[in-house]
C-alpha cells in the first residue's frame, strides 16, 4: 500500500509527488522530453486528487471497519464474561444449594440418631419398669398367698384346738396319773 502523499512508481522506482517518471538509462530524455514530462506531471497531478480521494475513503472505511470489528469483538467478549459469570454464578449457587443440602441431610440424619437412641432409652426404661411391676406383682401374689396360708393354718390350729377343748370338756376331770391318795394306795381304775 502506498503512503497517501506518494504515488505509486513505476517499474524497480519509488517516486514522490512531482517527480518526473523516468528511467535512469532512458534514451529519450532530452530537451523535448522535459516539456513532455511536465505535461505528463499536470496530468499526473489532476490524476492524483481522485487517488488520494480514494485512498482517504478506504483508509475510513477500513477504520470504521476496524472500530466495527472492535466494537464486534468487545461485545463477544462481553457477552462471554457474562456467561462465564452467569456459569460461575450458577455453580456456586449449585454448590451453596449441594453444601446445604449436605448440612440438612447430617442434621437429619443426627435428629434420627438422637431420636433413635431416645427411643431405645425409653424402650428399655419402659422394660425395667414393666419387669418392675411384674416382680412387684409377683411378690404381691406370693405374699397374698403366703397371708392364706398363714390364715388357713391358723383356721386349722384354731379348729384343732376347739376340738381339742370339746373333747377335753367331755371327759370328767381327773386326777392327774401317778397320784396317790392317802394310805399309800394308788388311785386310778383298779
Do not use: C
Not at 52 to 66: G, S
Not at 84 to 104: G, H, P
Not at 150 to 177: N, Q
Amino acid at each position: 500500500m502506498t503512503e497517501p502523499n506518494e504515488v505509486p512508481a513505476g517499474p524497480g522506482q519509488k517516486l514522490s509527488e512531482g517527480e518526473p517518471l523516468t528511467e535512469p538509462n532512458d534514451v529519450r530524455a532530452g530537451p523535448g522530453k522535459e516539456q513532455a514530462d511536465d505535461e505528463s506531471s499536470l496530468a499526473g497531478e489532476l490524476n492524483i486528487g481522485p487517488r488520494v480521494t480514494a485512498v482517504f475513503t478506504a483508509a475510513e472505511k477500513a477504520a470504521q471497519h476496524i472500530v466495527t470489528m472492535a466494537r464486534e469483538e468487545a461485545d463477544d467478549l462481553r457477552r462471554r464474561a457474562e456467561a462465564e459469570a452467569e456459569s460461575l454464578l450458577s455453580q456456586r449457587r449449585y454448590q451453596a444449594e449441594e453444601e446445604a443440602s449436605r448440612r440438612i441431610a447430617d442434621a437429619q440424619a443426627q435428629a434420627d440418631q438422637i431420636r433413635a437412641a431416645a427411643e431405645e432409652e425409653a424402650r428399655q426404661i419402659e422394660e425395667t419398669a414393666h419387669r418392675r411391676e411384674l416382680r412387684i406383682r409377683e411378690e404381691t401374689r406370693l405374699l397374698e398367698e403366703r397371708v392364706e396360708w398363714a390364715r388357713e393354718g391358723l383356721r386349722e390350729v384354731a379348729e384343732r384346738i376347739r376340738d381339742t377343748e370339746m373333747e377335753l370338756g367331755d371327759l370328767p376331770v381327773a386326777a392327774p396319773r401317778g397320784e396317790r391318795g392317802p394310805k399309800g394306795s394308788s388311785t386310778g381304775p383298779s
